[in-house]
């Protein structure tokens, strides 16, 4: 019998992906974007990472500082993902042409006085070891910033990076959405601590869970998060009974229509045991999250990743059918407007909400499930 073709496939049964099945649901956010870690871009490394649809060169100048730019080169267009970095300068694969970190043209590969020409930079920052770049539709310049968290304990992060389509807001609604932590994650309860609380371009949630460990039954769970825009999420979650904390950092970057990379960066510190003198206690604590992190991050990338199926092949509902124990969905949709712009097809309208969106938008419901 003569073999298949290497190419050839089975029948799929699985749910097309969103980016394919369907058209745009929501336009690019305005914001910063996560597009790499810090330990991606050593000294004289150039990196190419997609945002919105568009190539950004992301390099390391020989000093320390990160640079983001637009990929072509102003002298003949060559891609500048293929670039080198000499000491501080950025220098094009095709001429040569260098350029300085203001992104000046300052010398050609022939010793010629070289061009009035300039790269189009754009505005990064490195915080909380991953390095964002701005984008606004209209071209504004940065108007708000991320902020440098708590370092926790004395290791290094843990880190990973996915493709999928989906949506940064899906992130971001994650968040708030109370009701799927039970139905999704297998929280057997799970409650709002106090109302979301949105403040400009920030909010923040405070939850109590009951999670079952291994071998240890189940423990409460405490959950602070802040949220900044549409692709960044900060998370500390305590298990005071363990003495175990977790300090994560979760970014959600649009790369293409209804497509999207998600990063995460995770730390954990265990505390001292109390019963131990003081100095024996910090090394069992040290000792603790060095031979652990490692399991426990990839529990909490395994968390994670159950939302990555249904992210991939959801329908972005606008207005959704809400009711109680969803979590302020509603409420977070309507914070969200402001990071698209403000005459596109698809944006929310909640001005006059349902009695189950005023609810879960104004209130701290709980939700539980029999033990």
């Known amino acids: 019998m003569r073999a298949f073709g290497k190419h050839v496939h089975s029948v799929s049964s699985r749910p097309t ?7 745009p649901g929501l336009p690019y956010p305005d914001g910063w974007s996560a597009l790499a870690f810090s330990a991606e871009l050593k ?6 990472r997609q945002l919105a649809g568009e ?12 640079r983001a730019t637009r990929p072509y080169c102003p002298h003949l267009g060559a891609h500048l993902g ?6 501080n300068d950025l220098v094009c694969p095709f001429h040569r042409f260098a350029f300085d970190p203001d992104g000046r043209c300052v010398r050609t590969g022939y010793g010629t006085t070289p061009p009035k020409a300039a790269l189009a930079q754009l505005p990064v920052r490195e915080v909380n070891d991953a390095v964002f770049v701005w984008r606004h539709h209209d071209g504004r310049q940065p108007d708000w910033e991320i902020p440098a968290w708590h370092a926790l304990g004395d290791q290094p992060p843990q880190h990973a990076a996915w493709e999928m389509p989906g949506y940064a807001q899906d992130v971001m609604e994650n968040a708030v959405d109370l009701g799927h932590f039970l139905t999704l994650h297998g929280w057997t309860r799970g409650e709002l601590a106090a109302p979301v609380a949105f403040d400009g371009v920030t909010f923040h949630v405070s939850m109590r869970v009951q999670e079952e460990f291994p071998l240890l039954g189940r423990r409460q769970v405490e959950i602070e998060v802040d949220g900044y825009g549409l692709s960044c999420l ?10 175990l904390e977790m300090c994560s950092l979760v970014m959600a970057t649009m790369v293409a229509p209804g497509r999207m990379q998600f990063r995460q960066a995770s730390r954990f510190s265990f505390a001292p045991p109390a019963a131990l003198p003081p100095a024996l206690g910090r090394t069992v ?12 991050f990839k529990w909490s990338c395994e968390f994670t990743a159950a939302d990555f199926p249904i992210w991939s092949t959801k329908k972005y509902l606008s207005p959704p059918r809400l009711a109680p124990g969803d979590g302020p969905i509603g409420a977070l949709r309507h914070w969200a407007r402001q990071f698209y712009p403000q005459d596109h097809d698809h944006q929310e309208r909640l001005s006059r909400p349902t009695t189950a969106a005023r609810q879960n938008g104004h209130s701290a419901p709980s939700a539980t499930t029999k033990p």
């Open 55 to 66: 190539d950004v060169v992301l390099y390391r100048l020989r000093n320390g500082r990160i």
């Open 17 to 23: 992906p969103g980016d394919l099945a369907l058209p």
């Open 82 to 87: 293929l670039a080198e970095v000499d000491g």
């Open 285 to 296: 604590s040290r000792s603790l999250s060095r031979l652990l992190s490692g399991l426990m």
């Open 43 to 48: 000294p004289g490394t150039v990196l190419t």
């Open 234 to 243: 900060h998370s500390d979650v305590r298990t005071p009974a363990l003495g």
